[in-house]
Every structure is written in C-alpha cells, then in structure tokens.
T-cell receptor, first 110, second 114 residues
Framework: LAKTTQPISMDSYEGQEVNITCSHN???????ITWYQQFPSQGPRFIIQ???TKVKNEVASLFIPADRKSSTLSLPRVSLSDTAVYYC???????????FGAGTRLAVHP | KAGVTQTPRYLIKTRGQQVTLSCSPI?????VSWYQQTPGQGLQFLFE???????NKGNFPGRFSGRQFSNSRSEMNVSTLELGDSALYLC?????????????FGPGTRLLVL
C-alpha cells in the first residue's frame, strides 16, 4: 500500500475553509484516495473518495492533481463540530486491510 | 439505510476472562472487517469475513478469533484477556470488496481490561 504523509495537526477558526494535504508519492494505478473523519471513541466516518481531478459532495471537496502524488481535502466553512482527526488512505478500491496513519488532528476554535 | 451497529458499546473485563463482541453490517453488505484501535498502535486490521469465511487475517495472536453468520452478522472473540487488549474495537462493512468500494465503520466497542 502507498505510504501517506499528512500534517500531524492543524488549527482553524469557525467559518474558515480548511485544506488538508496528503502526500502519496508511491500511489499505484489502481489506488483510490479516501478520507475518513474520526471523533474520540467513535468509528471513522467516510467523508469522500476520489481517483483523479476533483470530487465534491455535500460535506467536502477532494482535489487530486494529474500526477496523483498528493491530494487535498477541503472543508468549507468549518464549525466547532469539525474538530476531529482526519485520515487519508490510499488503497485499491475494495481493499479491506486498511492501514490508518496518525492522521491530522484538526482543532477548530471559536 | 441503517449503518453498522456494534454491541455492546462499552465493556469492562478482568485479565484472563474472555469477551465476545458483535457487529451487524449495513443491510446487503457481506464483508465484515474487524480493527483494533489503541493510542499507541493506531488502527490495526484484525481479520475480515465474507460469506461466513475468513478471507483475510492480520497479525494478531490466536486469542483473537471471529466468525460470521449467514445473515452477515459477525462476532469477534478474545480469550484469556490481557491488559494490552484494552482498546476500541471497530468493525467495518463493505458490500463485497469489489473495485471502487469503500468500508463503512461502526461506532466501536470500548473494551477495558483490568
């Protein structure tokens, strides 16, 4: 599985847009990029998944450049409830032995 | 559609005891995976069941076992509990593991071993 690197922590304020970038230099052709959100003592929650270019849903956007060696999760107008750990995963679609790194701890301040 | 459910949500056991955790996947999902999450080791894959058969296994000792029933519900059993087994146990379900699928996680069972 491709190794991923993302910032350990980020701080933001309510109402701001937050962009979390993940590096995955060794991404394979059949790999998908998936982001999960996790609150303390809860299971990770699927946010968004993409293969290339841009993907958008009601929660977030995912930007993937042409070389796919990185990806950026964009959270528009964050609120206090977006304070959580965000994980970037790179794996073939349908892969079940997911390997979670340390993730990015996002703290949203009033 | 209802999400993945896990029972119980919290559990306290003592060393040497055994424990059984239960997971009900999203309706129609036939793949259930189990993970252990601890502050020190992060989220680690235990095993995956598909159509009542163990399809993949992580690097955990034989004290950790599981099974899946015909309705896709799964149970995980830990025998001879150790203090280090204290963790959040998560299960995740997926339709079949086909291309472009993703896993959906349950809320977890918090196990404390005293």
């Amino acid at each position: 599985l491709a190794k991923t690197t993302q910032p350990i922590s980020m701080d933001s304020y309510e109402g701001q847009e937050v962009n979390i970038t993940c590096s995955h230099n060794n991404i394979a052709t059949n790999d998908y990029i998936t982001w999960y959100q996790q609150f303390p003592s809860q299971g990770p929650r699927f946010i968004i998944q993409g293969y290339k270019t841009k993907v958008k849903n009601e929660v977030a956007s995912l930007f993937i450049p042409a070389d796919r060696k990185s990806s950026t999760l964009s959270l528009p107008r964050v609120s206090l409830s977006d304070t959580a750990v965000y994980y970037c995963l790179v794996a073939p679609g349908g892969y079940n032995k997911l390997i979670f790194g340390a993730g990015t701890r996002l703290a949203v301040h009033p | 559609k209802a999400g993945v459910t896990q029972t119980p949500r919290y559990l306290i056991k003592t060393r040497g005891q055994q424990v059984t955790l239960s997971c009900s996947p999203i309706s129609g999902h036939r793949s259930v995976s189990w993970y252990q999450q601890t502050p020190g080791q992060g989220l680690q894959f235990l095993f995956e069941y598909f159509s009542e058969t163990q399809r993949n296994k992580g690097n955990f000792p034989g004290r950790f076992s599981g099974r899946q029933f015909s309705n896709s519900r799964s149970e995980m059993n830990v025998s001879t509990l150790e203090l280090g087994d204290s963790a959040l146990y998560l299960c995740a379900s997926m339709s079949s593991g086909g291309f472009q699928e993703t896993q959906y996680f349950g809320p977890g069972t918090r196990l404390l071993v005293l």
